[in-house]
């Protein structure tokens, strides 16, 4: 199944991620939050441990690549410097948990997700929107 993400931080202008389709496992058309969250997590887990830790003794960045990273706001070789392998399970007991505690937000299209056990009504044009929410510090 196809979906279509975007990621946002408070207070900042431009998204992290732009409208990317990631491949997730088939959910249903109505799968609730917690389905979703946990078939996006196994995504990235799936990708991020599929990337293997490289060695090189002189990276460099093409023309193109630096180009094709500007749009995100961060240019970076994309290595991963370590060899341990994420943890699926830990990684969605982590990303629900982080949910319930208010770290991030989730919206479909215009409507805010508020609960891990709501239905969310998918269409092949729904947008996922992940909103990373910062704490204000400081004193009264």
Do not use: C, W
């Not at 991963?80 to 937000?105: P, R, V, W």
């Amino acid at each position: 199944m196809k979906i279509t993400v975007k990621a946002k931080q408070a207070g900042r202008k431009h998204a992290l991620i732009e409208n990317k389709t990631i491949e997730i496992d088939d959910i249903g058309t109505n799968p609730t939050l917690s389905e979703l969250l946990k078939a996006v997590v196994k995504q990235q887990v799936e990708e991020y441990n599929s990337k293997t830790a490289e060695k090189t003794l002189l990276p460099f960045l093409s023309k193109e690549e630096i180009d094709s990273q500007v749009s995100s706001g961060k240019v970076g070789f994309g290595t991963i410097y370590s060899e341990n392998k994420a943890d699926l399970e830990k990684a969605q007991e982590t990303a629900l948990q982080a949910f319930e505690d208010g770290m991030f937000a989730v919206f479909a299209d215009e409507t805010e997700i508020s609960k891990l056990d709501e239905t969310i009504n998918f269409t092949d044009e729904t947008i996922i929107t992940f909103i990373r929410l910062t704490f204000l510090a400081g004193n009264y």
